[in-house]
Every structure is written in structure tokens, then in C-alpha cells.
């Protein structure tokens, strides 16, 4: 009987432990809840988190979903472009252009000494248009 009651006593001691390390947390939690209600409310978009895009000689950006989206679209058209072998070398640098053009414009550079792993890596427009249609055959530069 003796371990039974020792037991029982054991296990209210470290549920009034747990109590009172939930109570040291509520505040917290009530705080935070109070700060989110008097924010104002704005609309949010769900978007994809930010991709890291090497340009080759240009460095690095970050850009949003909506960025990625763009890009996306420019290198299927680069890629059904040497896919139909009907691949103008002047329009092919266009879009290539076009491609880096977006990435600098709406993406955001990557502090220089910083060292971040790319997660899609660009040609740059001044590669010969030989060398870089190579890189746009199957799903391109930008995996869908």
C-alpha cells in the first residue's frame, strides 16, 4: 500500500510541476495572441518560398513565386524554341536577355560575401547561343 500512495504523491508533484511551467508560459502565448488583435488585418497570398537564381558572371538573386512564375514561362519558350529547331539566334538571345533582365530587375541580390547554395542557375546573355541551347532541352533551366 505504502508504494502505491508514493506512487500516486510522485505523480501529483510532477503534475503540479507541468502546472506551473504551462502557467509560466501562458503569458507568453496570451501576449502574442493580444499583439496579433490589434494588428491590422491585411490580406495575405499564400506564396512558394523564395527560389535563389544564379546568373553565370552576374551573381546571385532571390526571387518570389511570382518572379519564378515569369521565368518559368520565358524558358519554355526558350526550350520549345530549340526543341522545334526553329531556334533564331537573334530571338534566342532575346529571351535569354529577357530571362536574366527579369531575374536582376524583380529579384533581389545576394549580399556578395554571403554564400548561399543555388537553387536554379541561368545562363548569361552574353554566352554564345550555341553553348546556351544546349542547357534548354527536356524541362530547361527552371524545373516546373
Known sequence: MKKKSKAKAKARAHAHKRARS???????RVKAAQKARKSPKTARTVT??????RIMGHGQFTVDHKTLKKLNEIDDALVE????QRADDAEFKKLL?????????QGKAVEPGEIVRSDIILPSS??????AKK????DGVIPS
Open 22 to 28: 504551462i502557467a509560466k508560459l501562458k503569458p507568453r
Open 135 to 138: 542547357l534548354f532541352v527536356g
Open 126 to 131: 552574353e554566352m554564345p547561343a550555341d553553348e
Open 48 to 53: 512558394g518560398p523564395k527560389k535563389v537564381v
Open 97 to 105: 536577355a529577357e530571362l536574366n533582365h527579369v531575374t536582376i530587375k
Open 81 to 84: 524554341m530549340v526543341a522545334s
